[in-house]
């Protein structure tokens, strides 16, 4: 009885050391998965716009959801485990044959039967931390939805600190739960192994009292087969899943190596001295050109353009689809470098100049606006943490110049509506109004509109166009289209042809310009 309870505290000791062991592998396990996939998407937020172009969205998405806990969780635990189990197998085997294959198949039908009754009552945990799992997987592809499909918003609002916190808030809870959630799936293991050895030396136990049979004729034999038994079955589990989960998924790592390597690089590089630029006097262009790969070949967007424009001074782009327009809002607001040639902020050339800074006083909109699965409120002010306080005066002065009173009157919660990511339940003109809006509340001291009112109606355009004119914060109002009807709304107007611009200057001096009027009519 002596030597029986000895037997059972020390395999009892080993079941604690054992699930101690489990726990600090999985959570430490999955902690590397999460400090890897932030890495990754760091990288992946600070990539410049046009490297951001040619990544596929894709791919970048399905990386950090998916190939990076694949490797974590499928290939690199099991390749450890495969090669410390593989060389003592080899011997376990040989060992427990010489004993008895007989007695070796019923051990095996017990643990069976043993498993799915400790498995039967660790499910609901592991279904609470399931849970948990699936919530904060929707918030992080929420999140990567918002940043990398939003990106020109995201980097010229200055958002990064708020996806990365989000970001890392919640693949950390999905580090956590996904630990917790393998230690209950694999602890059953530990305890039927000890369970086993327990019942047989209370076995051993009872055939010695009760039914007198000599311990020392069996316990060798016996003592040899729980040993080798102990050792073995676990062992040949974790080889057998060790190299067919590592053959399975040996591909993931291939998936995001280059990524993980390059943000290694990226943290590596020092951060320069540049030129803060708060409010703009000037911004020149100085024979800029602009043009990148399409199947290895160049192609050029921008040949050589030249012009000034001067603090107060507003601007309309005009120009047919194609005809490069977008592309020199993206030099104009710093999210695209020229090819040749240099643009300058305030007589500092462009690279020299702190882009965060930059995006901080400007504001752009698009044709096509990204929204967020929050309030009318919320994707106006851009203020998800409550952190801000808002200011009720100015944010009624947007909603008017904005032309949204009449929309947050027709909606039941008004301002609180809900609104989904896609704003299905908006039309074309009001999306474009609200983020118009969200551009206005930022106070910009340079407003960009890239056909960005297309959706709305002749009138409506023409009074907020109006309405933008009265801001007395805006020094630099830039208007992409293809209508000349806007042209008497702007200081300044460029006419853009297949990426050389054939006019500019002021609109009165247009209007004597009949043949490219003309031309551009026609055409």
Same mark, same amino acid.
């Given at each position: ?69 694949? &490797? ?133 136990? &009872? ?65 320069? @001295? ?31 353009? *030249? ?41 500092? *050339? ?65 301002? @609180? ?36 009112? *297309? ?56 209007? *004597? ?11």
């Amino acid at each position: 009885i002596i030597y029986g309870s000895i037997t059972i505290m020390l395999f009892s000791i080993t079941l604690i050391i054992n699930l101690i062991a489990l726990w600090v592998t999985y959570t430490y396990n999955q902690k590397i998965g999460a400090i890897t996939k932030y890495q990754i998407f760091k990288y992946y937020l600070n990539l410049n716009y046009i490297d951001h172009l040619q990544k596929n969205k894709l791919n970048m998405t399905k990386t950090l959801s998916q190939e990076v806990s694949r &490797f974590v969780e499928n290939c690199l635990q099991n390749f450890l485990n495969f090669n410390s189990r593989l060389f003592l197998t080899f011997f376990l085997i040989v060992s427990l044959f010489l004993i008895s294959i007989k007695f070796t198949l019923y051990c095996f039908a017990f643990i069976a039967s043993f498993y799915l009754i400790i498995l039967f009552f660790s499910k609901l945990k592991i279904k609470i931390y399931g849970k948990s799992v699936s919530k904060a997987t929707k918030v992080i592809y929420q999140n990567l939805n918002y940043s990398i499909g939003g990106f020109r918003e995201m980097k010229l609002n200055n958002l990064q600190s708020r996806f990365f916190s989000i970001f890392d808030k919640n693949v950390n809870i999905l580090a956590n739960s996904r630990g917790r959630g393998q230690f209950l799936y694999n602890s059953p293991k530990v305890i039927i192994e000890i369970s086993v050895i327990a019942i047989l030396v209370l076995l051993l136990i &009872f055939l010695n009292q009760i039914l007198g049979v000599s311990v020392q004729s069996i316990i060798p034999s016996a003592s040899a087969f729980l040993l080798i038994g102990y050792r073995l079955l676990p062992s040949l589990q974790i080889i057998y899943g060790a190299y067919s989960n590592f053959k399975l998924h040996e591909d993931s790592f291939k998936e995001f190596k280059e990524d993980l390597s390059l943000s290694s690089i990226n943290d590596k590089v020092v951060k320069e @001295n540049k030129q803060e630029i708060k409010l703009l006097e000037s911004l020149e262009f100085k024979d800029v050109s602009f043009s990148f790969l399409i199947n290895n070949k160049e192609k050029n967007i921008l040949n050589n353009i *030249n012009f000034k424009l001067q603090k107060k001074q507003s601007l309309i782009i005009i120009g047919k689809s194609g005809s490069g327009k977008s592309t020199l809002l993206d030099l104009m607001t710093g999210m695209l470098e020229p090819t040749s040639g240099s643009i300058k902020f305030n007589n500092f *050339n462009l690279n020299k100049v702190n882009l965060n800074n930059w995006y901080n006083s400007i504001s752009y909109v698009s044709q096509n606006n990204f929204f967020y699965d929050n309030t009318l409120l919320k994707n106006i002010t851009l203020d998800f943490n409550d952190k801000k306080k808002i200011d009720s005066v100015f944010l009624d002065k947007i909603i008017k110049y904005s032309e949204l009173e009449e929309l947050i009157k027709q909606k039941e919660d008004g301002i @609180n509506q809900l609104i989904n990511e896609s704003a299905s339940n908006l039309s074309g003109g009001q999306k474009q109004r609200i983020a118009l809006a969200r551009a206005l509340y930022k106070k910009p001291s340079m407003l960009f509109l890239d056909e960005a009112m *297309n959706s709305m109606d002749i009138i409506l355009e023409d009074k907020i166009m109006k309405n933008i004119n009265k801001l007395d914060f805006i020094d630099n109002f830039i208007m992409v289209t293809h209508n000349l009807d806007y042209i008497n709304h702007f200081d300044k107007v460029c006419i853009i042809e297949n990426g050389v611009i054939k006019y500019f200057g002021s609109n009165q001096n247009l209007n *004597n310009e009949t043949e490219i009027i003309r031309k551009y009519n026609k055409k």
